[in-house]
């Protein structure tokens, strides 16, 4: 059962504290986007990649995420420092299909940053 | 640019009773249009998509939804509801080419079923 693998699944963290959220997408697909998920702001696009590429990382503060792929079967996305307003659910998602264009999601890793 | 509006933040039915879930796009190009349904403490799953074949489109779990260019619209629909359906959607939109797989989500729609 082909699915998207995101570790950890939770994070509780200190403000100031590095965090690194990982992502194996599903095996062939070269297509990786990070979304960011709160109550207020809804469903954010934050960074993607194809063919392991950045494509666009418009959606991301500069200063402190970056957005990595090391290979074809990792995805990182960092924070460095950590701050409250960065708790959030980040997903990772990827895609293959050129003519349809769905993506398929993980389960998300929660981030509290206290 | 596209964007997507969902109508309706939240939407309550009774089990048994027909499920409309509103949701208009814009989009400068022929759109690829998504449903996708969130679980509690789960990521998105695909209901159904449109990618300019039949208008009316069938998913999962007897949801339908058709595009209507005229309207801009592609409202998700079951006829009768389920208590398992409570959950919360999420229409999409994209497009092909180059940018495929980059979809703009709108606000989502959380669903109550109530007995």
């Known amino acids: 059962d082909a699915r998207v693998t995101q570790t950890p699944r939770h994070k509780v963290t200190e403000m100031g504290q590095e965090v690194t959220m990982r992502c194996q997408p599903i095996l062939g697909h070269n297509t990786v986007f990070w979304y960011r998920q709160t109550m207020m702001q809804g469903l954010e696009l934050l960074a993607y990649?194809?063919?392991?590429?950045?494509?666009?990382d418009s959606g991301m503060p500069k200063d402190r995420f970056s957005a990595e792929m090391p290979d074809a079967t990792l995805a990182t996305l960092k924070i460095q420092p950590s701050e409250p307003r960065d708790s959030a659910v980040y997903f990772c998602a990827s895609g293959g299909q050129a003519n349809t264009g769905e993506l398929f999601f993980g389960e998300g890793s929660r981030l509290t940053v206290l | 640019a596209q964007s997507v509006t969902q109508l309706g933040s939240h939407v309550s039915v009774s089990e048994g009773a027909l499920v409309l879930l509103r949701c208009n796009y814009s989009s400068s190009v022929p759109p690829y249009l998504f449903w996708y349904v969130q679980y509690p403490n789960q990521g998105l799953q695909l209901l159904l998509k449109y990618t300019s074949a039949a208008t009316l489109v069938k998913g999962i779990n007897g949801f339908e939804a058709e595009f209507k260019k005229s309207e801009t619209s592609f409202h998700l629909t079951k006829p009768s509801a389920h208590m398992s359906d409570a959950a919360e959607y999420f229409c999409a939109v994209g497009r092909g080419g180059t940018s495929y797989g980059k979809l703009t989500f709108g606000q989502g729609t959380i669903l109550t079923v109530h007995p």
């Open positions: 990649f194809r063919n392991r590429a950045p494509l666009d």
